[in-house]
């Protein structure tokens, strides 16, 4: 697992995480699940419905096609922030879309999200470098499914 990338003024790290690939026993060191076909919900964004994984007590899981295909400010997803205090997105573009408007799109729901409080998982085979200015700066990266971080022992 791997900090923040050094240079620059350091933010203060935030709850969640960048997990890469995203095998089922990351997720289940964080307590996630990947949702089955049958949790899928929609969800109002503006007054527009938007297809999720899972939307569930505290936590909304979305795709990140989901979520970008929106094609809604990102200002429009505040009152899911306030409804949902944890949100995983997965299915992120390796570092070919990282430069994209709908990677543009997803930063900006980031920023949105890191100011209401929302704790973020985000999940993708591959991730893109983030420098001290993209907000995923600001998430610990787990990066192997060997990988566990210290405050969340496992087994007994």
Do not use: C, Y
């Not at 960048?18 to 699940?33: E, K, S």
């Not at 939307?55 to 899981?61: I, N, S, V």
Request: glycine share 14%; proline share 9%; hydrophobic share 40%.
């Amino acid at each position: 697992m791997t900090g923040t990338p050094s240079g620059g003024p350091q933010q203060a790290l935030r709850p969640g995480r960048i997990i890469v690939p995203g095998t089922a026993r990351q997720l289940g060191t964080f307590g996630l699940f990947a949702p089955a076909p049958g949790q899928r919900r929609t969800v109002d964004v503006a007054g527009r419905p938007m297809e999720v994984k899972s939307a569930e007590g505290d936590l909304l899981w979305v795709g990140f096609g989901e979520l970008t295909g929106a094609k809604a400010a990102a200002t429009a997803f505040a009152s899911l922030a306030v409804r949902f205090r944890e949100w995983v997105v997965d299915g992120l573009p390796t570092g070919a879309g990282a430069g994209s408007q709908e990677w543009q799109q997803f930063l900006a729901v980031v920023d949105l999200l890191f100011a209401a409080d929302v704790t973020l998982f985000v999940i993708g085979p591959a991730m893109p470098e983030s420098g001290p200015d993209n907000p995923l700066s600001r998430l610990l990266r787990v990066e192997s499914g060997e990988e566990l971080p210290a405050e969340h022992p496992s087994g007994s």
